[in-house]
């Protein structure tokens, strides 16, 4: 009995031992789970965000010839206003998917652009792409980043001050735009009878123009304006003519990836609230491009009233 009385202490406090070593545990597997939870989130990610969590990069189809928006540096680097902003909205998602981004480039023109996005080659598309009815059928699009209209450039003392001017004269347009369709649209409801040419970009149509082979060029007034002053033209031509479309453009991405919508709508709203969309049309089409000349273009009040939407902070 002495003996037993001896170790019953010492029992005692095993038994106290085993009770917080299974306290331990319990806390310990409650503790793991919550872990792993938090660990494991980037695994619930679907569709283009788990792409790009598991491949680490992201790739970005860009213009050659969208002046200031998406075209080339003199060392053939992808530059301009939606570059810019392309770049940020990667950060942003890379941030989303928990890792860095690395960039992937792959040069699309106005034919490409849409097949590429449907394709899975690119995963944003940077250029000067119009979101309407229409193509948001097949692809998603951003909020709108900046507004134009298709416009005609001709040489300084032509006679066409507008497209009824057109009539019995040649007009370059680039194929697969809006502004193709503007043109042809208009053709046929005035029953102006005018030769379209169909060129495979801005700049094919633009060389037409200064060789005389069509007497103007018909684009967004944004993109008229920059080839100008990417080319020095501006004592040779100019841009006339009420607008002939409404172009909201936006950044252009797969369709059907709701999270993927949301995340760059986000993001969007985000670069707005901060101002930094606004210092990036600055920095392009106020301050001087690499070129060395200005475009010069204030912000519309219609890109004001839309960026101001989006920066509208909701309680």
Same mark, same amino acid.
């Given at each position: 009995?002495? *003996? ?10 095993? &038994? ?19 872990? @792993? ?8 990610? /679907? ?16 213009? @050659?010839?969208? !002046? ?22 990667? *950060? ?19 034919? =490409?652009?849409?097949?590429?996005? !449907? @394709? ?8 000067? /792409? /119009?979101?309407?009815?229409? &193509? ?23 006679? !066409? ?8 004269? +040649? %007009?370059?347009?680039? +194929? #697969? ?18 030769? %379209? ?34 080319? &020095? ?5 100019? !841009?006339?003519?009420?607008?002939? =479309? ?22 969007? &709203? ?21 070129? #060395? ?6 912000? +519309? ?9 989006? +920066?509208?902070?909701?309680?």
């Amino acid at each position: 009995m002495a *003996e037993a009385a001896r170790h019953r202490p010492l029992r005692r406090l095993a &038994r106290a031992a085993g009770h917080l070593a299974a306290a331990a545990a319990v806390l310990l597997m409650a503790a793991t789970p919550l872990r @792993a939870q938090t660990d494991a989130a980037p695994a619930e990610l /679907t569709g283009t965000l788990k792409k790009l969590r598991d491949s680490g990069a992201i790739t970005l189809a860009h213009r @050659a010839d969208a !002046v200031p928006f998406s075209y080339l540096s003199a060392r053939g680097e992808p530059i301009g206003y939606t570059i810019d902003l392309c770049v940020l909205l990667a *950060e942003a998602l890379g941030e989303q998917v928990g890792r860095t981004l690395a960039l992937r480039w792959l040069p699309v023109t106005a034919d =490409s652009r849409i097949p590429a996005i !449907v @394709a899975g080659q690119a995963d944003l598309e940077c250029g000067a /792409t /119009t979101s309407n009815l229409e &193509r948001q059928r097949l692809v998603a699009f951003s909020p709108t980043l900046f507004i134009a209209g298709t416009k005609l450039l001709v040489p300084r003392g032509s006679p !066409v001050k507008s497209f009824r001017d057109l009539a019995q004269r +040649s %007009v370059a347009v680039t +194929s #697969g735009t809006t502004n193709e369709k503007a043109v042809r649209e208009l053709s046929r409801r005035f029953g102006i009878a005018m030769a %379209v040419q169909v060129t495979p970009d801005h700049e094919a149509g633009l060389a037409l123009l200064r060789s005389g082979q069509v007497q103007a060029l018909a684009t967004d007034d944004v993109l008229l304006h920059g080839l100008v002053a990417h080319h &020095r033209l501006q004592a040779d031509y100019r !841009v006339v003519g009420d607008y002939l =479309s409404y172009d909201p453009y936006a950044v252009m991405f797969r369709k059907d990836d709701p999270a993927l919508a949301a995340a760059i709508d986000q993001a969007v &709203r985000r670069l707005a609230e901060d101002g930094e969309i606004e210092r990036r049309y600055k920095r392009w089409f106020l301050q001087k491009l690499p070129s #060395g000349v200005s475009l010069g273009l204030p912000m +519309s009040a219609q890109l004001e009233s839309a960026l101001g939407a989006l +920066s509208f902070k909701r309680e």
